[in-house]
């Protein structure tokens, strides 16, 4: 009010005095031309005019209800005056009732530790409590005032009155069983039944029999425990084999076991080719597989026929000259097949499989000879390549382990080498037979001498990755080994078994899938499959990429070179196909 006032008395700084505009008294004075009107030098701008002020105003001030803080003293009618402006109608009193917390206006108060936990402890132990939220001596009872209290039930209420309200600091009642009489025996001269402080009870059961509800719980509860972690016996799969030739046996009674001598090479010789070259094209697709290719291998010595494993559980055995037709489907698994392994004349051979499975087939026939299991997936299987142990076979587990069979003695493994941290992925026989080499997913390889289940030599580094694909060289002195970095490294096969840092393999991409590497016959290449469906050739010497192409729309996960032949080579991918590139 006093700043209004002060406005009355403000006045205009300007020393002459303003002359009001000349009245235009004339009706008809807007008929006439304007006459020049010259601006006045001594006109002014009031910028306070005179302004009365109104009495009847509010004189308080008005503050935010919501305000945490003022800068002024205010008055005890203006801090507690009702809040101006209409109240919204579409909320009820709760919810225009002023509120802290989502329940109500809490406000802090201070309760004593010690006052707090007496009062917990004796509502866990008798169930009455006093009330914290209301002062003492409150509720009358007849003349004698007492605290409201807070109970459980009904018989805490009838407790309370008859403990008095007593805590559980205070002395109450003795309750049944707060002194129970302990057997004793203090002798110490008494060995055998000296008890001291520790005696029993005398009233104590030491065996607690569940009721005739916890029995029928406890049956249901364990037969449906037992139904959950039976285990279903698998049994193997009805082996049978079908022959897709018209006639088993040609004209001179050769079954097609029986290497041709009409095909331009000489498929008896010991020798290799004297010069390998690059393949250029696509000659034949072999396709019969209805799911992915896992792994193909020659017929040994003479390589006229290939055999291959899918996820489809069949294996089937191709001709790689003639018609090249598929001879004949070996079918006997009930998942898919992870390897196969010839024996060295041909006539049988392996197959590993997902259902747990390792069975042993004859070639020619058919016929399934011998089935072998530990419960556990194989990931490889070899037999050992000497002409004195072709009864002898290898395989390696998803367990760890490296089981060695005999296949006249089928029910139990004769050895077993136990010492790698993670699933065995490859065996190698090195060293003429004497020794072999294995690798597994604990990015290590291992050196073993036959028969003896310690490993006699451990290599691990660092900057080693898992190697799922090892090819042993043609003249026996190096093993290639396919690196999940990309790479293919390379160990010195005989004596210290070292690894070639500078002999290195680039250029491919195969993180993450088991791609076969193998060598052309007189070691001038060395192939690759990849994970876009490729093959990669590199040079022997050195170590350089020399080609690629497109072979497969899926992984390429197995390359072989043709061990008499100059430049022919096959290919197996995840799309199902076998290829024959020349």
């Not at 509502?123 to 807070?150: C, H, L, M, W």
């Not at 302990?182 to 009721?211: H, I, M, S």
């Not at 990015?443 to 190697?467: F, G, L, N, Q, T």
Request: net charge neutral; glycine share 4%; aromatic share 10%.
């Amino acid at each position: 009010m006093s700043a209004l006032l002060s406005l009355r008395s403000y006045g205009n700084d300007s020393d002459e005095d303003a002359s009001p505009p000349p009245p235009i008294a004339d009706v008809a004075g807007h008929l006439r031309p304007l006459p020049e009107i010259v601006a006045s030098t001594s006109m002014a701008i009031v910028a306070a005019p005179d302004v009365v002020p109104n009495c009847s105003l509010d004189s308080r001030e008005l503050v935010d209800p919501k305000t945490k803080e003022l800068k002024f003293n205010p008055k005890l009618e203006d801090l507690y005056a009702p809040v101006v402006g209409p109240s919204n109608p579409f909320k009820t009193k709760q919810q225009l009732a002023t509120k802290n917390v989502l329940a109500g206006f809490a406000e802090p108060a201070h309760v004593d530790h010690f006052q707090f936990e007496s009062e917990r402890r004796t509502f866990n132990s008798f169930g009455y409590a006093k009330d914290p939220s209301v002062a003492e001596d409150i509720t009358t009872v007849g003349t004698v005032k007492q605290p409201r209290i807070v109970t459980a039930s009904d018989e805490s209420k009838d407790l309370a009155t008859e403990n008095k309200l007593a805590s559980v600091f205070e002395s109450t009642k003795v309750r049944p069983k707060d002194k129970r009489k302990r057997e004793k025996n203090d002798d110490p001269g008494d060995v055998e039944n000296y008890l001291g402080p520790w005696g029993k009870f005398v009233d104590e059961q030491r065996v607690a029999c569940p009721t005739e509800e916890e029995k029928e719980y406890l049956a249901e509860y364990i037969a449906k425990k037992q139904r959950r972690n039976r285990k279903v016996e698998e049994k193997p799969m009805e082996e049978k084999s079908v022959l897709h030739l018209k006639e088993e046996k040609d004209y001179q009674g050769r079954s097609f076991m029986h290497p041709p001598q009409d095909v331009g090479v000489n498929l008896r010789s010991e020798e290799p080719p004297h010069k390998c070259f690059i393949p250029k094209r696509l000659i034949h697709t072999w396709e019969g597989h209805s799911k992915a290719v896992s792994a193909i291998r020659w017929f040994p010595r003479y390589a006229h026929l290939l055999l291959s494993c899918s996820m489809d559980t069949k294996i089937k055995l191709w001709q790689v000259y003639g018609n090249r037709k598929v001879v004949r489907t070996y079918m006997g698994h009930r998942q898919a097949v992870r390897d196969v392994s010839f024996n060295n004349d041909g006539t049988r051979f392996l197959s590993a499989g997902y259902d747990r499975y390792i069975k042993l087939w004859d070639t020619e026939t058919g016929q399934c000879i011998e089935k072998f299991t530990n419960k556990k997936v194989p990931y490889c299987v070899k037999f050992n390549p000497d002409e004195d142990k072709q009864n002898l076979f290898v395989a390696g587990m998803s367990d760890k382990k490296i089981v060695c069979w005999d296949v006249r003695t089928p029910e139990d493994p004769v050895q077993e080498y136990d010492r790698h941290l993670g699933a065995v992925n490859t065996i190698t026989f090195v060293d003429e037979n004497r020794r072999f080499v294995s690798t597994s997913d604990d990015k290590s390889m291992r050196i073993w001498e036959w028969d003896i289940p310690v490993d006699m030599k451990y290599i691990a580094d660092p900057s080693m990755h898992s190697m799922p694909a090892v090819t042993l060289s043609p003249n026996q002195k190096w093993l290639a080994c396919q690196s999940m970095d990309n790479k293919i490294v390379i160990f010195s096969a005989i004596n210290r078994f070292k690894f070639h840092r500078k002999k290195t393999f680039k250029g491919h991409m195969v993180a993450g899938y088991a791609c076969g590497i193998d060598f052309s016959p007189e070691m001038s290449y060395l192939v690759s499959g990849d994970a876009d469906g490729k093959v990669y050739v590199w040079d022997w010497k050195t170590s350089r990429m020399l080609t690629k192409w497109k072979a497969h729309d899926k992984v390429c996960i197995s390359v072989l070179w043709h061990p008499h032949e100059t430049s022919k080579l096959a290919s197996a991918g995840w799309d199902g196909v076998i290829k024959f590139w020349d």
